[in-house]
C-alpha cells in the first residue's frame, strides 16, 4: 500500500484550495455490499441507500479538526488524530505536500456503524472525494484508493478495498490483486435490485475476521474459486441465473452465519419470495438478496423484518439498484 502512496505523490500537482478560508463542501458516498456472498475481500458493488455526509470547509489554520458527527451515538471519536476520515484525509494531504491547509469536518452518519454495508468506508471516501474536490484536482479518483484503504486499516485491523473500492467508483468492484492494487469495474445485468435488512445486532468486522478459518482445503478452494468464475461471468453474461447459482460460499459464510440471528431461516424465506440469491453483507450482521424486480425486493425486506420482529430483534431495510456513480457533491 506504502508503494501506492508513494506513486500518488508523483502524480500530484494540485491547485490551491478553491475559494480560501470558508469554502466548503458537502458531499455523499454510499453504502456498499462486499464479498458478494463468495468472494471474499474480492467483490464488492455500491447500493444508492443508505451512505453518508462529509461537509468539509477550508480554514485559515493548516490541520484538520472535527467539529460535528451526527448519527453515530456517541461512538466515533471527535479526535482528528482517531477518527477514519480524518487521518485519511490527512494521508492524502502529506502525500501532496499541502500541509498548509486548514480543513474542518463536519460527518453526518447516515447508515448504522458496524452494520457490514461499509460504514466507514462511506464516511472515508466522502471525505477523501471531498478534499479532491476542493482542491479542484481532476485526477483519476483512483488515486485515493490506498488513502481510503488506511482508513479501512484503522477502522478494522486490515486494509481490504472490497467496501472502499465500489464507495469511490460506483458500481461492481473485483480486486484481482492488492499487492500491486489491481482494481477492475464489472459489468452488471440492468434492472437487478439489491434487498437489504440490517438486523440490529453488532457485529464488528474486525471480530468477524478473527473467527474465519486461516487454512483451506484444496477441495474447497477449487468449489469456491468455481463459484467467484461463475459469478464474475454472469456479470458479463447478464445471466441472472449463473449469477444466483454462483453465490455460494462454503469458506467464510458457514462460520459468520452463526453471529446472525437465523440466518438460514430468513434465506429460506427469501428464497422462496424469489430472491435470485441470498448471503451476509461484508462481515454482517447485515444481509442482501438480489431480485429481479422491485417489487420482489420489497416482499423480502418486509417478510424479514416481520421475522426479525417476531424474534426482538429491531432493523432496517433498504432496496436499491447498483449505485454505478459513486460519491456525488450534494
Ligand atoms: N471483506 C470484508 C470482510 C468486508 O468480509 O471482512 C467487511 O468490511
Not at 141 to 168: I, Q, R, S, T, Y
Not at 172 to 181: D, G, N, Q, T
Not at 254 to 282: C, H, N, Q, T, W
Request: charged share 20%.
Amino acid at each position: 500500500m506504502e508503494d501506492n502512496i508513494q506513486k500518488t505523490k508523483s502524480l500530484s500537482a494540485i491547485s490551491p484550495p478553491l475559494g480560501g478560508r470558508g469554502a466548503s463542501l458537502s458531499v455523499f458516498a454510499p453504502a456498499t455490499v462486499a464479498n458478494v456472498v463468495c468472494g471474499f475481500d474480492v467483490l464488492g458493488f455500491a447500493v444508492n441507500e443508505p451512505g453518508d455526509e462529509v461537509i468539509m470547509r477550508v480554514t485559515n489554520k493548516p490541520g484538520i479538526t472535527i467539529s460535528k458527527i451526527t448519527g453515530d451515538d456517541g461512538r466515533l471519536p471527535l479526535d482528528p488524530a482517531k477518527n477514519t476520515v480524518s487521518v485519511s484525509v490527512q494521508h492524502y494531504l502529506n502525500s501532496i505536500g499541502r500541509t498548509d491547509i486548514g480543513l474542518d469536518i463536519e460527518l453526518h452518519k447516515k447508515m448504522p456503524i458496524g452494520s457490514g454495508l461499509g460504514s466507514s468506508s462511506a464516511s472515508t471516501v466522502a471525505g477523501l472525494f471531498a478534499i479532491k474536490t476542493l482542491l479542484g484536482d481532476d485526477a483519476d479518483p483512483a488515486k485515493l484508493l490506498p488513502f481510503a484503504m488506511k482508513g479501512e486499516e484503522m477502522a478494522c485491523g486490515h486494509g481490504h478495498a472490497d467496501n472502499v473500492a465500489p464507495a469511490l467508483f460506483g458500481g461492481f468492484v473485483l480486486i484481482r490483486s492488492y499487492e500491486p492494487l489491481d482494481v477492475v469495474r464489472l459489468p452488471h445485468p440492468a434492472g437487478l435490485y439489491c434487498a437489504i435488512v440490517f438486523p440490529d445486532v453488532d457485529v464488528p468486522t474486525r471480530e468477524a475476521r478473527q473467527i474465519i478459518r486461516k487454512n483451506i482445503q484444496m477441495k474447497d478452494a477449487v468449489t469456491q474459486w468455481g463459484n467467484i468464475a461463475g459469478l464474475v461471468s454472469g456479470l458479463f453474461m447478464n445471466d441472472i441465473d449463473l449469477i444466483g447459482r454462483s453465490m455460494k460460499d462454503i469458506l467464510v459464510e458457514p462460520v459468520r452465519s452463526m453471529l446472525i440471528p437465523d440466518f438460514y431461516k430468513m434465506r429460506e424465506m427469501a428464497m422462496e419470495l424469489g430472491a435470485v440469491s441470498f448471503g451476509i453483507s461484508g462481515s454482517g450482521p447485515s444481509v442482501f438478496a438480489f431480485t429481479r424486480d422491485e417489487d420482489t425486493a420489497n416482499r423480502i425486506t418486509q417478510k424479514l423484518q416481520q421475522h426479525l420482529t417476531g424474534i426482538h430483534i429491531g432493523s432496517n431495510s433498504y432496496v436499491s439498484t447498483i449505485n454505478d456513480k459513486g460519491p456525488r457533491v450534494l
